[in-house]
């Protein structure tokens, strides 16, 4: 099975770092590691962080299957041949800067913790509200222990603000999930411009549509407006409705005259 390939690891669970200077074929002049043979890591785990920074794949390699539950570094690496990370798991965070890719990869079924309109509202909208909330009633915390309880209160959401989609990805293996990077990408870089109220557009933005990506948080924001208003006007009548004697039906005599001048007979 595992004949024609110079590093094969199948089903390996690692639990600590793990960098590519363990499984060096060869080296350049400058220190860079470079992978001459087929790799194959299939249904591989790294728990911890993994770097295969600036390294060299000249033939194929495959990360199928693959789980990354840390910190996953492709920065500046070079794929001279067809990568295929199909089904692979990127639990926290994964870096493509600079990558270079002379094939682009196939990305099909990858699995990544998206940010979806529950983890949006939490991480963005309850984490920081609960906070904001202790803080206020235990008086004198320090930034940083508001920080760590921020950051224990949040979800976990894979980053993925470093994923050239344009040249690492073949497009066509997951056009979702290119759709996706895009727009979590647009949007933090949106976010980042900075601007008088920017924030607190974002965080509207964000409670009421998940950013315009969420139907069903738009739709329930509709629906209670509309019972809201139905509500505030069933407890506040009209004043033709309201008022009593005279004024009352001169009131609804004015109405009625108006609605006379209005009416188009067919």
């Avoid at 600036?54 to 990354?68: D, G, K, L, M, T």
Wanted: some cysteine; proline content about 2%.
């Amino acid at each position: 099975m595992c004949e024609g390939w110079d590093i094969h690891i199948q089903y390996a669970v690692i639990d600590g770092a793990i960098d590519i200077s363990a499984t060096v074929l060869e080296r350049d002049d400058k220190g860079k590691y470079i992978i001459a043979g087929r790799v194959a890591f299939w249904e591989a785990t790294f728990n911890r962080c993994v770097s295969f920074k600036e390294a060299s794949f000249n033939q194929f390699v495959s990360f199928s299957n693959v789980i990354f539950n840390q910190y996953a570094d492709f920065s500046g690496a070079i794929f001279n041949r067809v990568g295929s990370f199909g089904m692979a798991g990127f639990n926290q965070y994964v870096n493509f800067r600079e990558a270079s890719f002379n094939h682009p990869a196939r990305f099909a079924k990858v699995v990544i913790l998206e940010n979806t309109t529950r983890r949006g509202l939490r991480n963005y909208i309850v984490a920081p509200l609960i906070v904001w909330l202790i803080a206020k009633i235990r008086r004198g915390q320090s930034e940083k222990q508001k920080k760590a309880l921020e950051e224990r209160l949040k979800r976990t959401v894979t980053d993925v603000y470093d994923i050239n989609t344009a040249t690492v990805m073949d497009t066509s293996s997951n056009p979702y999930l290119k759709r996706y990077i895009d727009d979590e990408q647009w949007i933090n870089s949106w976010r980042e411009r900075g601007g008088r109220g920017k924030e607190a557009l974002f965080l509207v933005w964000e409670g009421m549509s998940h950013c315009g990506r969420s139907i069903g948080l738009w739709a329930a924001w509709s629906l209670f407006f509309i019972l809201f208003f139905r509500l505030f006007s069933h407890h506040h009548p009209t004043g033709g409705q309201a008022g009593g004697g005279a004024s009352g039906a001169i009131m609804e005599l004015r109405f009625s005259k108006r609605c006379q001048h209005i009416v188009v007979p067919l």
